[in-house]
Nanobody, 122 residues
Framework: VQLQASGGGLVQAGGSLRLSCVAS????????IGWHRQAPGKQRELVAL???????KYTDSVKGRFTISRDNAKNTWNLQMNSLKPEDTAVYYC?????????????????WGQGTQVTVSS
């Protein structure tokens, strides 16, 4: 499975960005999908996920601002990010897991896209 992420960039605080991820290859093995981020000097964290059943979960700091979605027919998933804050600045990664349900542990994601930089200026 190969994942290709896109959509990062530089935006002012309060602005919006939309990240996209396209999966190719043996996509039948994908169940839960998610977006993670890693800021300089910090550990990678799960930002949002969708289970294989369609349930969504967000980390507290992005609730109400970020929306994750997926299109299984197209093997794509997106992260709409609104009301961006400087603390959202990080490299964002799309990832996929073979596990069903809410996959919250970073190491349970086995497929990773390349990172895309999101920078929010104050």
């Amino acid at each position: 499975v190969q994942l290709q992420a896109s959509g990062g960039g530089l935006v002012q605080a309060g602005g919006s960005l939309r990240l996209s991820c396209v999966a190719s290859g043996s996509t039948f093995s994908i169940n839960a999908i998610g977006w993670h981020r890693q800021a300089p000097g910090k550990q990678r964290e799960l930002v949002a996920l969708i289970s294989s059943g369609g349930s969504k979960k967000y980390t507290d700091s992005v609730k109400g601002r970020f929306t994750i979605s997926r299109d299984n027919a197209k093997n794509t998933w997106n992260l709409q990010m609104n009301s961006l804050k400087p603390e959202d600045t990080a490299v964002y990664y799309c990832a996929a897991s073979r596990y069903t349900g809410w996959v919250e542990r970073v190491y349970d994601y086995v497929y990773w896209g390349q990172g895309t930089q999101v920078t929010v200026s104050s």
